[in-house]
């Protein structure tokens, strides 16, 4: 498998406040993504960049719940079969390659806060029948044993604990096996337990999995075997991590990161100078 992103572009439209409520006048752009082409291979790709570089849209619209404005993103199996997400596309909301597609990823949304009165151990059982896996009793009781939730299996979501909640998000999107798991900023809110559950996955993720890691923490993007570089919603460096880090004196991520950023603001100072 591979996931190709041919300029796609984002834009989100907020309509301006005004006195504290919404005015009918122009919306003011925001860049979700712009123009961004890549493509990635099975394995862990840790995708990085500073606030508001497009990192979640990129996720979110890999996951089929955005659409781009422009652009698309090519899902191409190894045996040659493909299957495209774009604006056209996605008017067609019941093609059933979009719906198998859409069935082999696994999302981690940002932490958010959860009403549902269902316990842990029913959601994962409901989700893994409407997700048709085989024997959703099974599934759901070895994922609760692999994400430590055990102890709260029977525990109403809206009661869970935010690291508790997490390790539910974790479990959830690993409920059908997915080919491509899209993990955003999953250190956000993550326990002890979880964090030493969720290097434990990386660490023995299958082989033709691609996963997407958007995290600003640098250890845990040690684990990536690839980096993706965001800036202003666009691709600006993607390769092999060993090829990448070698580059640095440290060799780590985080120094590659921070001498990225640092030449970055340097041509952006020098721009302005000019
Ligand atoms: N639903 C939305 N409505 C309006 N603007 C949005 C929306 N989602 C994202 N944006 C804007 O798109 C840009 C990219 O945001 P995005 O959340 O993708 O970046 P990010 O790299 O994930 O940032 P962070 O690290 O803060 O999560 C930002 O300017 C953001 O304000």
């Known amino acids: 498998m591979r996931i190709e992103w041919s300029h796609v572009s984002k834009i989100f439209r907020l309509k301006p406040k005004q006195k504290g409520r919404l005015s009918s006048r122009i919306p003011t752009p925001s860049i979700g993504l712009l123009d961004f082409s890549a493509t990635v291979r099975p394995g862990i790709t840790a995708v990085l960049g500073p606030k ?34 774009s604006k ?33 151990e029913h959601s994962l059982m409901y989700l893994a029948q409407t997700r048709r896996v085989p024997n959703p009793k099974r599934r759901a009781m070895e994922l609760i044993a692999q994400w430590g939730l055990g102890s709260v299996r029977r525990v109403p979501l809206h009661e869970l604990k935010p690291g508790e909640l997490k390790r539910f998000f974790l479990a959830k999107s690993l409920l059908a096996d997915p080919v491509i798991w899209l993990l955003d900023e999953p250190e956000t809110g993550l326990d002890e337990m979880g964090r030493i559950l969720l290097e434990k996955a990386l660490a023995s993720q299958p082989k033709h999995r691609i996963t997407l890691l958007a995290t600003q923490d640098m250890d845990l993007a040690e684990w990536a075997s690839d980096l993706l570089l965001m ?18 004196p440290q060799g780590t991520v985080k120094a590659w990161y921070e001498w990225m950023q640092t030449f970055s603001q340097y041509l952006k100072s020098n721009n302005m100078n000019q």
């Open 52 to 85: 508001g570089s497009g990192k979640s849209t990129l996720l979110r619209l890999t996951a089929m719940q955005l659409v781009p404005d422009d652009g698309r993103v090519t899902y191409r199996s190894d045996d040659g079969s493909f299957c495209i997400w």
């Open 231 to 248: 800036e202003g919603g666009s691709c600006r460096r993607y390769g092999r991590k060993r090829w990448l880090t070698a580059g640095v």
């Open 88 to 120: 056209s596309g996605a008017a067609m909301a019941d093609d059933p390659m979009l719906t198998r597609m859409k069935q082999c990823i696994g999302y981690v949304p940002p932490l958010r806060k959860m009403d549902q009165t269902i316990s842990v």
